[in-house]
């Protein structure tokens, strides 16, 4: 936890002295994924809401996401034990893009690196927490419908690493997966001076 809050810190003074003295775009952007849903948060990616900062042929993109997931039993008069589980996941992801730009199109090419922590909690069970990181070279398009809004695709190779340490051993699991995401993004022109 405390590597990515370092390398946050550094990302963030690194863009901020970078983008001094610069015309800037923030933003806000949804994703819409093309596989479902359940699949999506089964492989560790639930949808996020990005926030494009965009200067000077580079695009910085902070990304946070987040889900729940609560299963309930009633067993009514069987004789078992009612119980509920709760699958908790969120990730803070940071993307770094460079653009290329033609007439209202825009092509960019970077990666996303952050983590992702998730819980699972069941009843009459010990709490189990987790983390992984996460590394997804990125490529993408985007189409301007106005200056300010844009939609586009992006394909990500995303590479997820996590590992366990128990009492007697250390499990380690890493998944790759490549996943497609359609993208809207809005922008909100802002004077840096």
């Given at each position: 936890m405390k590597k990515m809050v370092t390398m946050l810190m550094?990302?963030?003074?690194?863009s901020?002295?970078?983008?001094?003295?610069?015309?800037?775009?923030?933003g806000l952007g949804f994703?819409?994924?093309?596989?479902?849903?359940?699949?999506?948060?089964?492989?560790?990616?639930?949808?996020?809401?990005?926030?494009?900062?965009?200067?000077?042929?580079f695009l910085i993109e902070p990304a946070l996401?987040?889900?729940?997931?609560?299963?309930?039993t009633d067993w009514d008069e069987s004789g078992y034990d009612d119980y509920e589980s709760i699958s908790t996941n969120w990730s803070l992801v940071?993307?770094?893009?460079?653009?290329?730009?033609?007439?209202?199109?825009r092509f960019y090419a970077g990666a996303r690196?952050?983590?992702?922590?998730?819980?699972y909690e069941e009843t009459d069970s010990d709490d189990e927490e987790s983390d992984a990181t996460v590394l997804a070279p990125t490529?993408?398009?985007?189409?301007?419908?106005?200056?300010?809004?844009?939609?586009?695709?992006?394909?990500?190779?995303?590479?997820?690493?996590?590992e366990n340490e128990e009492d007697e051993y250390t499990s380690t699991t890493e998944l790759t997966t490549l996943i497609p995401i359609f993208i809207v993004r809005f922008y909100f022109p802002l004077l840096i001076d």
């Open positions: 550094v990302l963030g003074l690194f901020s002295i970078s983008l001094a003295q610069q015309q800037i775009k923030f994703e819409f994924h093309m596989f479902p849903s359940a699949f999506v948060m089964e492989q560790g990616s639930p949808l996020g809401v990005y926030v494009p900062i965009e200067t000077s042929g996401s987040y889900y729940s997931y609560t299963s309930n940071v993307g770094a893009f460079k653009l290329f730009e033609k007439e209202k199109l690196i952050g983590k992702s922590w998730s819980t490529v993408g398009v985007e189409y301007f419908i106005s200056d300010n809004f844009s939609f586009g695709g992006e394909g990500m190779y995303s590479m997820i690493s996590s």
